[in-house]
């Protein structure tokens, strides 16, 4: 068991922090971080995309919060087989002149995909960007309708 501790007396969240991992063999992820300086915000950044997926009667809707996210730096695509992809990339503000305290809003490229049911009209995806919010509208067949049975009187 080790303690981590941040020194930070202004910082309400640099509390003594157990870490469970320190030492176990999850150490290899740690060493890809350090040896890859991009590679935690670059996870991070994709790990949190957070899309929301719901089934209207009519439709399947996608809902994506992407603050900051120009419409132009995202991508929704339908590839073979039925699968949405929505991806884009989140940019660092880099100013060399500031000096930054805490950075906590995540950057780095995004992606997401969604394997569509058979019923979703692929070829009539529509996309649209509202306050930092991707909805994604993917219209389903109408359902079939069951075929009427007719009961058969059996004579005899």
């Known amino acids: 068991m080790s303690i981590v501790r941040r020194s930070n007396i202004f910082d309400p969240f640099s509390l003594d922090v157990w870490d469970p991992f320190q030492g176990f063999p999850f150490d290899a992820f740690r060493s890809l971080a ?10 991070s950044a994709f790990a949190n995309t957070r899309i929301d997926w719901k089934e209207t009667p009519e439709a399947y809707v996608f809902k994506a919060d992407l603050p900051g996210v120009k419409k132009e730096e995202v991508k929704v695509e339908v590839e ?5 992809q929505i991806s884009g990339e ?12 805490r ?3 995540s950057s ?3 992606l997401r995909r969604f394997r ?3 019923n979703a009209k692929v070829d009539q995806v529509k996309a649209s960007m509202e306050n930092g919010v991707l909805t994604v509208t993917v ?3 109408e359902a079939k ?9 059996i004579s005899g």
């Open 34 to 43: 350090e040896t890859r300086p991009g590679f935690v915000s670059e996870t």
């Open 80 to 84: 073979e087989g039925r699968v949405l």
């Open 90 to 101: 989140r940019s660092k503000e880099k100013e060399k002149s500031d000096k930054w305290y």
């Open 103 to 105: 950075v906590e809003r």
């Open 108 to 110: 780095g490229k995004f």
């Open 116 to 118: 569509l049911p058979e």
């Open 139 to 141: 219209p389903k067949e």
């Open 145 to 153: 309708k069951k075929p009427e049975m007719k009961s058969i009187e």
